[in-house]
């Protein structure tokens, strides 16, 4: 391997690290302020983890229902992530989601349409009225298209404006960042390589936006493509930034399960959304078993009411498959460990008996496409097998929420997946769309107003230095560790001890292999050359998934109570006292050091937007006694 | 229930490169795309491949599986006979970088020359009132995942390096049928701009790209024949050539 390697030097306003909503949403209002901005994506554009989601993007437009509106969806919200939500976050996103879903249709997005001509709005998990405005069960791909497109169209005004179609927005595809810089205690620009050749990259810029979704490939099973290898949460850490609540990770329950290949696979929350049950190898519909206290007054606990509510919406309660994602996650969990499982280790989930053929394929086309095709599943006539599948987490990076600022990290702004707080303990479905929209806009508007109040920062030649060493150095050693076995191994280590259902003895001896590795990859060795070498990508990554794994399971040891996306076998109850503190996650450069802080406290307006018989299932009694601040 | 499958691999980069022959076990259900993952994490593990989502959403690991341009994602091993070997190589129509990885930024440039969704400059948030039928034919069109292996397949550049330059291929065709079929675009011309810039009338509708497209989008029957009718009827027939002169707007009889 040659020792030169070429580098390109860059100089934008704004950097954004991802692709996907929050990136493109964010790079569209940066530019839209007049600033010059860069998109940098692992992947094609357009190809990322977006285009997965399926069932819609969740907004209050009240198309359907006119009910609905924002107060309810924060309801929804809080509820959904068991009150540990950042307020502010789950008020912004209730307020602003239905604008950002009407600005798509500006920049040509088609969503599916009520009699009336207006969006339609789909039933989900969590959410009180028909909320989901959606593009068949594609709604994802809908959404990056859409935002892609916009992009496209800034770009061809640039040209007629300046001659140069890339003169103010750049994208710059199948780019890794390895680095956040910083002089001076303030973010300076990124550094990086292209995927194709290894050539180095330096951006220099004022501010810098992650949005570079989950981490769901440290887990064996997930529905998350290979770039979620939480590279934003990892290069926060590392550029002092803090993660919150890690330990909250969310398990959908229902991905495919057999064939082996297709483990993991999303099947979407709509196939229940438009009337598909759960059952066991009894033939029961067992989710009645499972509903929460906290849920008794508004899901059904016999099936004539719950049918009945696919007609009568007003007059009954909702179907027990359509609670929050974690209660059927968990029951599907109980299920199968009850030995009442499907032959491959699952649950049956079946839409056929309540929808014509004709209705599935017209709604639900990819998930009948899917089946059919790689698993040799009928859906119109026979049930899915599914089960739990690593989907999202809720933690992430600790933000401002009005503006997306990392806290602790100046310049730095996250959105999306990668940041924390907006969720809580648990996402409803829909809302990572919404939450996508809303904050990636919101963080465009937060970097383009910190550019214009501060100077940038000269990267010195010494960090420049620094950086590139870190990525010559896997080729500079040899006959050490395959980075795709110690990628497996790290997998099994979270499947079976930072998985669905976790105990303290487990976490330990999870923390400890963790670490383990963490030795070990100081030694990955990688063949070949710089060209396109996914060996070599993947021991970038995998430094990153680390370092996630570590803030996950040194998060959920101290949280010793059961809430949301975090289920302790040794703690099985949700403790009110847990409701009030975050856990914080820092990097002190040898190890993730968590520690706790107190959650914001709600103000009383919104404080007073719920019965008291409700946030007593949640508060402690001091907190029902202020009422807010 | 796994068995060993012969598996030929293009290995190469953008000067040099050639088959190159391996042993890889295939367990039950697995597609192609498994057992190339296989090979690269026990036998070549700078053995270049795209992919993303594994779930046939996002169309980024296309390349030709004996011959036919697919997903290696949705090509189920088993489809193939006992014995039968497996040849993966990359997309012929675009550039190799290196194994299966090929460059494929001409679609890119192609995109920036379709102009762009234009509404009414007066249509405001929230107002927009369209019939799902109406919607439905572009939806047809927006199902598009942006595999490529339309482009790939269409032989006006498969072959022909020389017809890049002046034809967009059957993925931007799609693209302006979406436009000018979309309920809420005022632009005008784009059927005739097809022609003019795009190179429509190259094509002479063989339907290969529509046989190729994972998404089952009737490519050369909802979207190319339409667009050709209208231009041929605007161009040949003098009372429409009238009308759409005195009416300044196309596609209305």
Redesign the interface.
């Known amino acids: 391997m040659s020792e030169k390697v070429a580098m390109a030097r860059h100089n934008y306003d704004v950097v954004v690290i991802g692709a996907g909503g929050a990136g493109l949403r964010a790079a569209v209002e940066a530019r839209s302020a007049g600033l010059r901005v860069a998109i940098i994506c692992k992947s094609l554009f357009g190809k990322a983890h977006t285009v997965m989601a399926e069932g819609g993007v969740a907004a209050s437009m009240g198309n359907v229902n006119e009910n609905d509106g924002w107060k309810v969806h924060f309801r929804d919200t809080m509820r959904g992530g068991k009150f540990l939500n950042h307020y502010r976050m789950a008020e912004l996103h209730a307020k602003e989601s239905p604008d950002r879903v009407w600005e798509l249709e500006l920049w040509g997005a088609l969503f599916d349409r009520t009699k009336e001509g207006k969006i339609s709005q789909r039933n989900f998990g969590g959410h009180e009225y028909p909320r989901l405005a959606h593009v068949g069960d594609r709604t994802g791909l809908e959404l990056i298209r859409t935002m892609q497109q916009k992009i496209v169209a800034m770009q061809q005004a640039d040209k007629k404006e300046f001659g140069d179609a890339e003169s103010y927005l750049k994208v710059f595809a199948e780019v890794t960042i390895t680095d956040i810089l910083k002089e001076n205690g303030k973010v300076a620009g990124v550094y990086g390589y292209r995927r194709e050749d290894g050539a180095e990259l330096l951006f220099e810029a004022g501010a810098v936006i992650l949005a570079t979704g989950g981490v769901g490939k440290t887990f064996k099973i997930t529905s998350n493509s290979w770039e979620g290898t939480g590279d934003g949460h990892a290069l926060a850490l590392k550029a002092g930034g803090n993660l919150v609540d890690m330990e909250f990770l969310q398990f959908h329950p229902t991905g495919m399960v057999w064939p082996p290949s297709v483990r993991g696979i999303l099947v979407t929350e709509s196939v229940r959304g438009e009337g598909g049950v759960l059952t066991n190898n009894l033939g029961e519909r067992f989710m009645f078993k499972y509903i929460p206290d906290v849920f008794k007054d508004k899901y059904a606990d016999n099936e004539a009411e719950a049918d009945r509510w696919y007609t009568d919406q007003d007059n009954n309660r909702r179907p027990p498959e359509l609670l929050p994602r974690d209660e059927v996650a968990r029951a599907i969990n109980s299920e199968v460990k009850a030995g009442r499982g499907s032959p491959h280790g699952g649950v049956y989930l079946d839409v056929s008996k309540r929808l014509s053929a004709e209705v599935i394929k017209k709604r639900l086309p990819s998930m009948w496409h899917q089946f059919y095709e790689l698993a040799g599943v009928d859906i119109t006539k026979e049930a899915m097998e599914v089960g739990p599948t690593c989907h999202y987490v809720m933690g992430g990076v600790e933000v401002e929420p009005d503006t997306a600022a990392a806290v602790g990290a100046p310049g730095l702004f996250a959105a999306g997946e990668v940041a924390g707080g907006m969720h809580g303990s648990n996402r409803l479905g829909g809302n990572s769309l919404s939450d996508l929209l809303v904050f990636g806009r919101r963080a465009g508007v937060g970097a383009s107003e910190y550019v214009k109040h501060n100077q940038p920062v000269k990267v010195s030649e010494l960090t420049i230095k620094l950086a590139s060493e870190k990525i010559a150095a896997p080729f500079k050693r040899t006959g050490g560790e395959n980075p795709y076995t110690l990628h497996q191994e790290l997998q099994e280590i979270t499947h079976n001890l930072v998985g669905i259902i976790r105990t303290k003895s487990e976490l330990a001896d999870a923390i400890s292999k963790i670490e383990d590795i963490r030795n070990r990859i100081e030694n990955v060795s990688v063949a070949g050359d710089r060209l396109f070498n996914p060996g070599f990508h993947l021991s970038f990554d995998l430094d990153n998934m680390l370092l996630v794994a570590e803030s996950t399971a040194k998060s959920a040891i101290v949280r010793e109570e059961s809430r949301g996306g975090h289920t302790r076998d040794d703690f099985p109850k949700m403790n009110p006292k847990w409701r009030t503190l975050n856990n914080i996650a820092s990097f002190n450069g040898k190890e993730v050091v968590v520690k706790q802080q107190p959650l914001p406290v709600m103000p009383k307006k919104l404080f007073e937007l719920f019965e008291v018989n409700e946030l007593e299932k949640y508060l402690t009694s001091d907190e029902l006694a202020k009422g807010g601040r | 229930m796994s068995k060993k499958l012969t598996l030929k691999i293009w290995r190469g980069?953008a000067s040099q490169g050639g088959l190159k022959e391996v042993e890889v076990e295939a367990?039950?259900?697995?597609?192609v795309l498994?057992v190339i993952h296989r090979v690269?994490?026990?036998q070549m593990?700078?053995?270049?491949?795209?992919?993303?989502?594994?779930?046939?959403?996002?169309?980024?690991c296309s390349m030709e599986i004996n011959g036919k341009p697919r997903l290696a994602c949705?090509t189920?091993v088993a489809s193939f006979a006992d014995g039968e070997a497996i040849t993966v190589t990359p997309l012929r129509a675009f550039p190799v970088?290196?194994?299966l990885?090929t460059d494929?930024s001409f679609n890119?440039k192609k995109?920036?020359e379709v102009?762009?969704?234009t509404?009414p400059a007066d249509?405001k948030?929230?107002e927009?009132?369209?019939?799902?039928v109406d919607?439905e034919r572009?939806?047809e069109f927006?199902?598009?995942?942006?595999c490529f292996l339309c482009q790939d397949t269409c032989h006006v550049i498969r072959d022909h390096e020389e017809n890049k330059k002046s034809f967009a291929g059957p993925r931007f065709f799609i693209r302006i049928a979406e436009?000018d079929m979309?309920p809420?675009?005022i632009l005008k011309n784009r059927k005739k701009k097809a022609q003019a810039e795009h190179g429509l009338g190259m094509c002479n509708i063989t339907k290969c790209c529509t046989e190729v497209c994972p998404e089952h989008i009737r490519i050369t029957d909802n979207a190319i024949i339409p667009l050709k009718e209208r231009v041929v009827d605007e161009k040949y027939d003098p009372i429409r050539w009238l009308g759409s002169k005195i009416q300044k707007r196309e596609g209305i009889i």
């Open positions: 980069n367990n039950e259900g697995e597609v498994d690269q994490a026990t593990g700078d053995l270049a491949v795209r992919w993303n989502c594994k779930a046939g959403k996002c169309g980024s949705m189920q970088i290196k194994d990885a494929v890119y995109a920036m102009e762009s969704f509404p249509l948030p929230g927009a009132r369209m019939a799902q919607v572009s939806q927006r199902k598009c995942i942006e436009l979309h809420l675009d």
